[in-house]
Nanobody
Framework: QVQLVESGGGLVQPGGSLRLSCAAS????????IGWFRQAPGKEREGISC????????YVADTVMGRFTISRANAKNTVYLQMNSLKPEDTAVYYC???????????????????WGQGTQVTVSS
């Protein structure tokens, strides 16, 4: 049974940083992409970054380019999202997802994924 567990969310002041983790079990991620998504109240789920677990190739949405960095630790079956220079508009529930191969652009489409974590809340506020 595939399970994804996000952690690392919390309350942070504008300009601060957080690192989210997505730990997978029940699946070896080597042949898949891992995507990070977020959903703010009243808004659609938004793809923000994805990574190829095989090659480490990444794709980042323009909205977070230069501030967010995705990375992987294959030995731990875990993907990270380092978030810097956080803004109030980054406030959302952040999710990770898997089960598709890595294709730039496509890997940011939430409709392509079947396996999701439960999400972790990120709140950016002073």
């Amino acid at each position: 049974q595939v399970q994804l567990v996000e952690s690392g969310g919390g309350l942070v002041q504008p300009g601060g940083s957080l690192r989210l983790s997505c730990a997978a079990s029940g699946v070896t991620l080597d042949n898949y992409a891992i995507g990070w998504f977020r959903q703010a109240p009243g808004k659609e789920r938004e793809g923000i970054s994805c990574i190829s677990m095989s090659y480490g190739s990444t794709y980042v949405a323009d909205t977070v380019m230069g501030r967010f960095t995705i990375s992987r630790a294959n030995a731990k079956n875990t993907v990270y999202l380092q978030m810097n220079s956080l803004k109030p508009e980054d406030t959302a529930v952040y999710y990770c997802a898997t089960d598709i191969p890595f294709v730039r652009g496509v890997c940011l489409d939430p409709g392509k994924y079947d396996y999701w974590g439960q999400g972790t809340q990120v709140t950016v506020s002073s």
